[in-house]
């Protein structure tokens, strides 16, 4: 049975043609045929801005036979891909050479985001950071911004202006961090609750407070962050979490009293439902009981992660039946070495490998759609085509470079075990050239609609 809708003759639709894939459930979970939907010719009607119906072309075209088509017929169309950690503000550092987390942040980062107390340089790279996300297919980011309050402004203004679902929102450190970088505690909130009286639940814009680690920040700023999360409980908690080894000593010498680097936050009482925690590569197993008891999430940086010499996510851990823990996909821009997801579920594959674990085309698609979604607790607003959802999507070419055309040789399959083999090397070899084009909210936005597609 195809979900649909029938809208009244003001409504203003359009349909999209081509192969249409998306996911009902967690294929980590359940047998992929079960929670995979794909039709290799398919129809994806679009009624202000929303799904509409999505199923076989041959259906539903007689159900609309009059509303404008554009054509996208051997290439699939995908809900738009979700980034659940990347910093903006290091987008101009990508690529620093030689050094780990602390000694990174300290030569790199921390003077790089500098910069963003100047309000047109952080209009600049807001927008060359969102035309990337745009140009690889990343629909929705959470997103780190820097500690002035102005380069939150600059994001959610250059995010406002293309219609996107963003989270962002001012980091807070208060100490151990350069001077030029610090607030405090009192400024930290009354910046933060400012933003959030100002962006957040404004368009398609949503804020999270944004401690950056519990090495920056005081007991005392850690728990201003949860007065925050207590006076608006809709917004989000944004912050790292056991990235690096020497890092997780550091932070059990900061807080001897504390069990764990979880504790540190869940004590300041910043561990709930709609709390994500970048990275989770250094768990012990009763933290891993607490994120999944409080519903939290984790998301997964591999580019990152292999770059600074992190070490390797337990994706096995995350998806553990008894105990499990939402995860999504992240580029963590500027430590992650591709704003691509593509790329990012490469080296995600890789990472796995290591450990003697499978990820699949599928599962590494579910964790860039839907389970990035389930992440963010927006399933209910996008990841999948479901009708009613804001209609965000991506036409991806399984031809889009002369190798590709090679492997992928015989085009779209129409057997999902067929069209998991194009995928999978569509997730290998492909980056921003295979984005054919990016919708937003069901309008074009990549390419740029003054430029015709190459």
Same mark, same amino acid.
């Not at 500690?147 to 929102?169: D, K, T």
């Given at each position: 049975?195809?979900?649909?809708?029938?809208?009244?003759?003001?409504?203003?639709?359009?349909?999209?043609?081509? /192969?249409?894939?998306?996911?009902?459930?967690?294929?980590?979970?359940?047998?992929?045929?079960?929670?995979?939907?794909? !039709?290799?010719?398919?129809?994806?009607?679009?009624?202000?801005?929303?799904? /509409?119906?999505?199923?076989?072309?041959?259906?539903?075209?007689? =159900? !609309?036979? %009059?509303?404008? *088509?554009?054509?996208?017929?051997?290439?699939?169309?995908?809900?738009?891909?979700?980034?659940?950690?990347?910093?903006?503000?290091?987008?101009?550092?990508?690529?620093?050479?030689?050094?780990?987390?602390?000694? !990174?942040?300290?030569?790199?980062?921390?003077?790089?985001?500098?910069?963003?107390?100047?309000?047109?340089?952080?209009?600049?790279?807001?927008?060359?950071?969102?035309?990337?996300?745009?140009?690889?297919?990343?629909?929705?980011?959470?997103?780190?911004?820097?500690?002035?309050?102005?380069?939150?402004? /600059?994001?959610? &203004?250059?995010?406002?202006?293309?219609?996107?679902?963003?989270?962002?929102?001012?980091?807070?450190? %208060?100490?151990?961090?350069?001077?030029?970088?610090?607030?405090?505690?009192?400024?930290?909130?009354?910046?933060?609750?400012?933003?959030?009286?100002?962006?957040?639940?404004?368009?398609?814009?949503?804020?999270?407070?944004?401690?950056?680690?519990?090495?920056?920040?005081?007991?005392?700023?850690?728990?201003?962050?949860?007065?925050?999360?207590?006076?608006?409980?809709?917004?989000?908690?944004?912050?790292?979490? +056991?990235?690096?080894?020497?890092?997780?000593? !550091?932070?059990?010498?900061?807080?001897?009293?504390?069990?764990?680097?979880?504790?540190?936050?869940?004590?300041?009482?910043?561990?709930?439902?709609?709390?994500?925690?970048?990275?989770?590569?250094?768990?012990?197993?009763?933290?891993?009981?607490?994120?999944?008891?409080?519903?939290?999430?984790? +998301?997964?940086?591999?580019?990152?992660?292999?770059?600074?010499?992190?070490?390797?996510?337990?994706?096995?851990?995350?998806?553990?039946? %008894?105990?499990?823990?939402?995860?999504?996909?992240?580029?963590?821009?500027?430590?992650?070495?591709?704003?691509?997801?593509?790329?990012?579920?490469?080296?995600?594959?890789?990472? /796995?490998?290591?450990?003697?674990?499978?990820?699949?085309?599928?599962?590494? *698609?579910?964790?860039?759609?839907?389970?990035?979604?389930?992440?963010?607790?927006?399933?209910?607003?996008?990841?999948?085509?479901?009708?009613?959802?804001?209609?965000?999507?991506?036409?991806? %070419?399984?031809?889009?470079?002369?190798?590709?055309?090679?492997?992928? =040789?015989?085009?779209?399959?129409?057997?999902?075990?067929?069209?998991?083999?194009?995928?999978?090397?569509?997730?290998?070899?492909?980056?921003?050239?295979?984005? &054919?084009?990016?919708?937003?909210?069901?309008?074009?936005?990549?390419?740029?609609?003054?430029?015709? &597609?190459?």
């Amino acid at each position: 049975m195809v979900d649909q809708f029938l809208p009244t003759q003001s409504d203003s639709c359009h349909a999209i043609r081509g /192969a249409i894939l998306d996911f009902s459930d967690d294929p980590f979970f359940l047998p992929a045929e079960q929670v995979t939907r794909y !039709w290799s010719d398919g129809l994806l009607v679009i009624c202000q801005g929303c799904v /509409a119906a999505c199923g076989p072309y041959q259906r539903l075209r007689t =159900a !609309w036979p %009059d509303i404008p *088509l554009t054509d996208y017929s051997g290439k699939l169309v995908t809900p738009g891909l979700i980034d659940t950690h990347i910093h903006y503000p290091q987008t101009a550092m990508i690529a620093s050479h030689g050094e780990q987390l602390l000694e !990174w942040l300290e030569r790199y980062t921390f003077p790089t985001e500098r910069k963003f107390a100047d309000a047109n340089y952080a209009a600049e790279v807001a927008e060359l950071f969102l035309d990337e996300l745009l140009k690889n297919g990343t629909t929705t980011a959470l997103v780190f911004a820097a500690v002035f309050p102005q380069s939150v402004e /600059a994001f959610f &203004a250059a995010a406002a202006a293309r219609n996107l679902r963003m989270i962002s929102g001012k980091v807070m450190m %208060d100490c151990r961090a350069p001077a030029y970088l610090c607030d405090t505690v009192q400024s930290s909130y009354a910046d933060s609750k400012a933003l959030i009286q100002r962006w957040h639940g404004r368009g398609r814009l949503l804020y999270a407070v944004t401690p950056r680690f519990a090495g920056t920040s005081s007991q005392a700023q850690l728990q201003m962050a949860a007065r925050l999360l207590e006076e608006f409980p809709d917004v989000y908690l944004h912050t790292h979490l +056991s990235e690096n080894l020497r890092e997780v000593a !550091w932070i059990q010498s900061l807080f001897p009293d504390r069990a764990s680097y979880l504790d540190v936050y869940d004590y300041a009482g910043l561990v709930g439902e709609k709390s994500v925690f970048a990275h989770g590569i250094h768990l012990s197993a009763q933290e891993w009981q607490r994120l999944s008891q409080a519903r939290a999430a984790v +998301s997964f940086c591999p580019t990152s992660n292999l770059f600074l010499g992190s070490g390797l996510f337990n994706l096995h851990q995350a998806k553990r039946l %008894d105990r499990p823990v939402k995860v999504g996909l992240g580029t963590d821009i500027g430590a992650g070495t591709s704003f691509s997801l593509l790329q990012t579920s490469n080296e995600a594959y890789k990472v /796995a490998q290591l450990q003697g674990q499978n990820l699949s085309a599928l599962q590494a *698609l579910f964790l860039a759609t839907l389970g990035g979604a389930r992440a963010l607790s927006l399933e209910d607003k996008i990841g999948s085509f479901d009708v009613g959802k804001e209609a965000d999507f991506i036409v991806l %070419d399984p031809q889009a470079t002369p190798l590709l055309t090679l492997r992928n =040789a015989g085009g779209l399959p129409a057997d999902l075990t067929g069209l998991a083999d194009v995928l999978f090397a569509l997730l290998m070899m492909g980056d921003d050239r295979a984005i &054919a084009a990016t919708y937003i909210m069901g309008q074009p936005l990549h390419p740029k609609p003054d430029r015709p &597609a190459p």
